[in-house]
C-alpha cells in the first residue's frame, strides 16, 4: 500500500505561506487593518471624484431636461390657429392649421408653408416697424438738412471752388 504524501498546508494560510490572521498579513494586502479596510490615497480620492462628476452630470442632465419639458409646454401652448410664431431659422408666420408633426404658417402675404413642429421655437410676435417708428425715423430725416453744395456749407464761394479745380495727384508706378 502506498500512500502519497500531501504538502503540510494549514487552513487559512494565504499563498505567500502567511497565515491570514497574522499582522504580517494584514500589512500585505492593504485592505484589512485590526478589522478597519482601508484603501490606498489616490484610489479613495479617485473614487471620490468619479462620484462627483457622476453626481453633477446626473444633476444638469435633470436639469436640462426640465428645461426642454418646460419649452416644449409652451410651445405646446402656442400652437394655436392664429397665434405668431417663430421657427428656428428665423422664420415668422401664424399657425393655420396643425396636423400631427407638421404645422401649416401663413406669411402676411397670405403665402402657407408647412413645418416641422419640432422647427418651432415658440410664440412670438414679429418685429415689424410700428407706425410711430416709421414717423420717427421720418422726423429724423426731415430735421437733418443735408447741402446741395457741400462748399457752400463751409462759406465758400462756389464759383471759387470751380475756378480753381484740384488737379488729380499723378501715381508714381510702384516698383
Known amino acids: 500500500m502506498s500512500h502519497r504524501r ?6 487559512g494560510t494565504a499563498p505567500g505561506g502567511l497565515d491570514s490572521h497574522t499582522p504580517d498579513a494584514e500589512a500585505t494586502t492593504g485592505f484589512l487593518t485590526n478589522g478597519v479596510i482601508t484603501m490606498d490615497p489616490m484610489l479613495l480620492m479617485l473614487i ?3 462620484l462627483a462628476f457622476w453626481l453633477m452630470s446626473r444633476f444638469a442632465r435633470k436639469q436640462q431636461q426640465r428645461m426642454v419639458d418646460e419649452q416644449n409646454r409652451r410651445t405646446e401652448e402656442a400652437l394655436v390657429p392664429g397665434t405668431w410664431v ?3 431659422a428665423g422664420f415668422y408666420g401664424t399657425v393655420v392649421e396643425i396636423d400631427g408633426d407638421v404645422v401649416t404658417l401663413a406669411t402676411p402675404l397670405g ?3 408647412l413645418w416641422n413642429k419640432s422647427a418651432i421655437v415658440g410664440a412670438e410676435e414679429p418685429p415689424f416697424a ?8 421720418a422726423e429724423e430725416a426731415s430735421d437733418t438738412v443735408v ?8 462759406g465758400e464761394d462756389a464759383g ?3 475756378e480753381s479745380p484740384e488737379e488729380p495727384a499723378e501715381t508714381q508706378p510702384q516698383a
Not at 410700428?130 to 425715423?137: L, R, T
Not at 447741402?147 to 463751409?154: F, G
Open 147 to 154: 447741402p446741395a453744395n457741400p462748399d457752400a456749407a463751409h
Open 160 to 162: 471759387a471752388a470751380d
Open 111 to 113: 403665402d402657407e408653408s
Open 86 to 88: 417663430r421657427t428656428r
Open 6 to 11: 500531501t504538502p503540510n498546508v494549514r487552513a
Open 130 to 137: 410700428s407706425a410711430e417708428d416709421e414717423d420717427a425715423v
Open 48 to 50: 471620490i471624484m468619479l
